[in-house]
């Protein structure tokens, strides 16, 4: 049965490939057998006309015979002549007509009908007497030629319909729709089966024809043709996932068809097997076509045509959830991943955002998507990315102040999305994990000063302003958990401004959200839509009050983080120094970054005097163990030098440690070089030595403190090791301490 099933296949392949000269066998054997029938019921024909009509059809004499062939050769020649000038013509726009226009069986039989009975009528003209065929001449001139005549127009009509780019578009897409139908049917599936070259047969047919549409994508120039090319391929590739699942397995083998394919020559042998195994060459292939396709539209300025490609991308990617197709789905993320990288780089070049504007409204879109279908995997994937993005446009957005503009757009973008799950009940964890990718829209690895000063961070921030509003509606909803989530991230910019300035931009952000209304006051990509309108205004106030609320507790921790600030630009100070004033760019930008935290916390009232005291000297011995040693200090060993204080200082509160490892610190970077230093270290040890009420038992706990600092940030620097054996040996202590091996804690050794 395989073999017939394959026999018929090939058979059916034959008469696609050889239509022009299949049509003319028919065609030429139609009109003989019509010949000889119309002969041989010619004399009873005869009778009637000359009974009913008094015409007799049998004397040449008595009926006009003669007039056909000049008829025939200018219904031959109009028609041709049409038909060259049609196609001709219509070719420059569409230049795969002439390859379906000899495929198509209409055009075939009636042009093949037109010549064969023009040269019927030559024939009969010069032999009718000798052959004794006046019913070949009637049949010629009164049925032939009636019948050529009167379809002459309408072909001409429906030639020039055909050629029509929308309409060459519109067949082509048919062709490839109808094989990916027909591979589900049993006999194609059976004849792939017992012949490999009917798998050739068919990816050949679907491949060239796919080629056939981008290859006219990129040749047309009228807006109509591209949206409908782009459809068409959209349409195409969501059909045949829809049917993949039905295909013989065979279909999907890489033949010499798929490895010699332009798309794939760039391939190796890891990815072509990668393509097998997920059975995925026609959707690669259909979507780096849209890629290309995509790239080709940004160029030329074509934002409307650009928009429509990630917006069929999101049809597609409906269809692969429908189906649960998550392969096809990854590479649905990888290709609007790629066609942000596309659009960022045309924004770098041209600073023209419009592109990023409008892909992420459709990139959100289907992020929506993945929340409608509960897909969290995919929506936390996307969130990442849209977090990547964002911040890559950000850090360049310096050069082209427009692209700030795009940042807003994906937060509010991701905003819809936060609505949506808290619609659909996702769990607290998986919405505050998102909610995190969000606050992270505005977080590059660090600012530059002109960002300060342009107040990228503050007032002037639109994604801040949405991030509030997203707040806003967390507080409408009774979610403050995570409003207060929004409120921290927001503190974080007290780094960079003094309280005053960020009361100030706060309060801005605050009045602008109150004002704004759902539309916009100019005409823009999304309409009249505003995208910082935000309806819950009447949670403003109580996010204010939250907001300040917790400002308090973080300008308390930034107090006493300026002071570990003021380390490492003391480090860099040293590093400059033994570089003969040098510093690589890096280490500049850190700099600045590090002056501008610190000038953000100077005061401007002078500050009590306080004399030096021993808890000075053991806070300063505590810094020396977590700084000296390795020259950095980590958020680990912060904390571990604030409660060991604790242990030495029990009144402390925040405020005072500030003020004590203020003047601590200053004292550090004063001395400046590391022997006077490492002689304030030895002079501290000796006054905690020489204090009446410190025993034996209080310098070991003092030592413990020491050993905590060296194992807070999991890795233990020999110098910390060295730096405590000194502090054992000055005090005289019974202990005895080595660095441990790798991934073991310091201890004191009994």
């Given at each position: 049965m395989k073999k017939i099933y394959s026999t018929l296949i090939k058979l059916n392949s034959i008469q696609f490939k050889y239509r022009t000269i299949i049509s003319f066998i028919v065609v030429l054997v139609i009109m003989v057998l019509s010949d000889v029938l119309f002969h041989g019921y010619f004399p009873s024909i005869v009778e009637y006309f000359t009974n009913k009509l008094s015409i007799d059809l049998s004397n040449p004499e008595t009926i006009a015979l003669d007039f056909a062939p000049e008829i025939w050769g200018g219904v031959l020649a109009m028609v041709l002549g049409t038909l060259i000038i049609v196609i001709a013509i219509a070719a420059e726009s569409s230049p795969k007509l002439m390859d379906l226009f000899v495929?198509?069986?209409?055009?075939?039989?009636?042009?093949?009908?037109?010549?064969?009975?023009?040269?019927?009528?030559?024939?009969?003209?010069?032999?009718?007497?000798?052959?004794?065929?006046?019913?070949?001449?009637?049949?010629?001139?009164?049925?032939?030629?009636?019948?050529?005549?009167?379809?002459?127009?309408?072909?001409?009509?429906?030639?020039?319909?055909?050629?029509?780019t929308s309409n060459v578009v519109s067949t082509i897409s048919s062709i490839i729709q109808g094989f990916i139908l027909k591979m589900r049917k049993p006999m194609v599936k059976s004849a792939m089966d017992d012949s490999i070259d009917v798998v050739d047969e068919y990816q050949?047919?679907?491949m060239g024809s796919l080629d056939q549409l981008d290859d006219l994508l990129a040749f047309t120039e009228f807006k109509e043709t591209q949206t409908d090319i782009i459809r068409e391929i959209s349409e195409i590739i969501q059909l045949y996932i829809t049917n993949k699942s039905d295909f013989n397995n065979r279909f999907f083998d890489l033949t010499k068809t798929i490895r010699s394919n332009a798309t794939f020559r760039t391939y190796t042998d890891v990815q072509y097997k990668e393509m097998s195994d997920t059975k995925t060459f026609y959707e690669v292939k259909t979507f780096r076509l849209l890629g290309s396709s995509y790239t080709k539209m940004i160029t030329n300025d074509r934002f409307d045509i650009a928009s429509l490609i990630p917006a069929e991308?999101?049809?597609?990617?409906?269809?692969?959830?429908?189906?649960?197709d998550d392969t096809i789905l990854g590479h649905v993320n990888i290709r609007f991943n790629t066609l942000f990288r596309f659009a960022i780089k045309h924004a770098y070049k041209n600073n023209e955002p419009r592109n990023l504007y409008n892909l992420s409204f459709h990139y959100s879109n289907m992020i929506q998507e993945y929340i409608k279908a509960d897909r969290v995997d995919m929506a936390k994937y996307c969130y990442d990315k849209f977090k990547f993005y964002a911040n890559d446009i950000y850090k360049n957005a310096e050069a082209n102040p427009g692209l700030y503009f795009v940042?807003?757009?994906?937060?509010?973008?991701?905003?819809?999305?936060?609505?949506?799950?808290?619609?659909?009940?996702?769990?607290?964890?998986?919405?505050?994990?998102?909610?995190?990718?969000?606050?992270?829209?505005?977080?590059?690895?660090g600012y530059s000063k002109d960002e300060v000063d342009k107040g990228i961070l503050g007032g002037n921030n639109g994604t801040r302003r949405i991030q509030i509003g997203l707040a806003l509606f967390y507080l409408s909803v009774r979610k403050t958990e995570y409003a207060t989530a929004i409120a921290e991230d927001y503190l974080d910019d007290l780094a960079y401004f003094d309280e005053k300035t960020f009361k100030a931009n706060a309060n801005t952000q605050c009045f602008l959200l109150s004002i704004f209304g759902p539309h916009f006051?100019?005409?823009?990509?999304?309409?009249?839509?505003n995208i910082y309108y935000a309806p819950e205004k009447d949670q403003i106030d109580p996010f204010k009050e939250l907001l300040f609320g917790l400002m308090d507790k973080r300008l308390e921790a930034l107090e006493r983080d300026v002071k570990f600030l003021s380390l490492e630009v003391d480090k860099l100070m040293q590093k400059r120094k033994r570089q003969d004033g040098y510093l690589n760019d890096a280490d500049k930008e850190r700099m600045e970054e590090l002056q501008r935290k610190i000038s953000?916390?100077?005061?401007?009232?002078?500050?009590?005097?306080?004399?030096?005291?021993?808890?000075?000297d053991i806070l300063y011995s505590l810094l020396c163990i977590s700084f000296f040693a390795d020259q950095e200090i980590d958020e680990s060993e912060k904390d571990a030098i604030f409660n060991s204080y604790k242990l030495f200082a029990p009144d402390i509160n925040n405020e005072i440690f500030n003020r004590d490892f203020g003047m601590t610190t200053d004292k550090f970077i004063k001395l400046n070089t590391e022997e006077a230093r490492q002689k304030q270290f030895d002079d501290s040890l000796d006054t905690i030595y020489d204090k009446e009420d410190f025993d034996t038992k209080t310098l070991e706990k003092l030592v413990d403190c020491y050993i905590e600092i060296a194992n807070a940030d999991e890795f233990i620097h020999e110098n910390e090791v060295a730096l405590i054996q000194h502090a054992i040996k000055a005090w005289s202590l019974d202990l005895t301490i080595a660095k441990p091996k790798s991934g073991e804690r310091l201890k004191v050794q009994k």
């Open positions: 495929k198509d069986w209409l055009s075939l039989v009636y042009v093949w009908f037109l010549i064969i009975a023009s040269l019927h009528a030559v024939l009969i003209m010069f032999y009718v007497e000798p052959l004794g065929r006046v019913s070949s001449s009637v049949l010629n001139t009164y049925i032939y030629l009636f019948i050529g005549s009167i379809f002459t127009l309408p072909y001409i009509f429906y030639i020039l319909l055909y050629s029509k050949k047919e679907i991308m999101v049809d597609i990617g409906v269809t692969c959830l429908k189906n649960n940042v807003d757009t994906l937060t509010f973008e991701l905003r819809k999305c936060q609505v949506l799950i808290h619609e659909k009940g996702w769990s607290d964890e998986d919405q505050m994990d998102l909610l995190k990718m969000i606050l992270q829209l505005d977080k590059p690895p006051w100019e005409d823009t990509d999304r309409g009249t839509l953000a916390r100077e005061k401007t009232e002078e500050e009590d005097v306080v004399a030096w005291s021993i808890e000075h």
